[in-house]
């Protein structure tokens, strides 16, 4: 049972070493020892390899830019990765690892590429299959967009474009933004490319990459965007979200309502309020003086300049019950209540009062003193 175990760590560990090569070059022989990788999206017939096979060379050709795409299947163990036709750039290297699986290990990868001749070299340990697919890119059969993914791209070529697709499913305010280190464009249009909506531009000299963003306001709806770029870029399209700049005013409180600041962005219009100070509360009055005359009571108080009047009680009672209580309202600091019973004792207090709008706060009641009557 050991030595069973130690021969397959061994092999794990040989096919290992093999997928962790960084491959510096291609084989000279690639172009002659290729087969022929079909864009049919159709799967390929069944290939079986070992690892001391060396590796399996695949071409195809595509005549305009668009996007590529690569399923791979396999039982047990692949490598795969895609070159240019000078075998100086990889564009992918997919490695799928199952050694003796009873279930088939599925993997794909997607790629935009520009017109040209390109190769894919495939390692394996087991039987595989290739499914590849290549959509050409237009206005009529364009990339479709989700909303705040960035998407990537090669330059376009001469006089050359490559398009994209968006659906949105609400009125808004979006942001297109652009990066390249070359000199590119995004163009928006709508869906039947009748008008051009807006379009950002970006000029860089350098290797520098530089980005350009535009926020647009469109309605629910589909839209296309033409992407030009000399070299290679980044594009997305996400929902606005804005760097707000805030313009400030100040509520003050009244005797009705509490102070607030409302915050309004100069950019994007978004509002949004906050407290201020506490309402205001009026002025307890102070009762000066109490003068009793015959069946009525002369009561000065106070002055308050933001009232607009002063609510007086007069009763029998202590406590101010109903049946022993008067109530009368005024505008004047110092008054008279009359129609009192003759020789009685009557306890008085009173309160400020402001109206507006229909609407009336009070002050506090003020202390309660007592006078009788003649």
Request: net charge positive; glycine share 6%.
């Amino acid at each position: 049972m050991k030595k069973i175990s130690s021969v397959i760590l061994a092999v794990l560990l040989a096919f290992s070493s093999i997928f962790c090569v960084n491959i510096a070059f291609a084989d000279e022989n690639a172009s002659t020892l290729t087969k022929e990788l079909k864009l049919n999206g159709a799967w390929s017939e069944e290939y079986d390899s070992k690892i001391t096979d060396g590796a399996t060379w695949f071409k195809f050709h595509i005549d305009y830019q668009g996007k590529f795409k690569l399923q791979m299947k396999t039982y047990d163990a692949l490598d795969v990765k895609l070159y240019n036709s000078e075998f100086s750039k990889t564009y992918f290297t997919t490695v799928i690892k199952e050694f003796n699986d009873t279930k088939t290990k599925t993997k794909s990868e997607s790629v935009v590429l520009n017109p040209g001749d390109y190769y894919v070299r495939v390692e394996a340990n087991g039987k595989y299959a290739l499914n590849a697919s290549f959509g050409l890119n237009s206005y009529v059969n364009p990339e479709a967009v989700e909303i705040g993914k960035v998407y990537s791209g090669l330059s376009t070529d001469d006089d050359g474009s490559y398009w994209y697709k968006i659906d949105l499913k609400n009125k808004g305010k979006y942001t297109l933004s652009l990066t390249s280190s070359g000199i590119a464009t995004a163009e928006v249009y709508n869906s039947d490319m009748s008008k051009s909506l807006d379009v950002i531009y970006i000029f860089s000299s350098s290797d520098l990459a530089k980005t350009s963003t535009k926020d647009i306001d469109l309605d629910k709806g589909t839209y296309l965007v033409k992407i030009v770029s000399t070299k290679e870029y980044r594009f997305s399209f996400s929902n606005y979200v804005c760097s707000h700049i805030y313009n400030v005013t100040t509520t003050a409180p009244t005797y009705f309502a509490g102070g607030y600041n409302t915050y309004v962005c100069a950019k994007c219009g978004y509002s949004y309020k906050t407290k201020g100070k506490p309402k205001k509360i009026l002025k307890t009055p102070k009762i000066y003086s109490l003068k009793g005359g015959k069946k009525k009571i002369t009561v000065s108080n106070s002055n308050n300049k933001s009232a607009t009047g002063y609510q007086i009680k007069v009763s029998t009672s202590k406590k101010f019950t109903k049946k022993t209580t008067k109530t009368v309202k005024v505008t004047s600091s110092k008054t008279t209540v009359k129609k009192l019973k003759k020789s009685k004792k009557y306890y008085v207090k009173v309160r400020a009062y402001k109206t507006k709008n229909s609407k009336t706060v009070y002050s506090k009641w003020s202390k309660v003193k007592s006078i009788k009557t003649k």
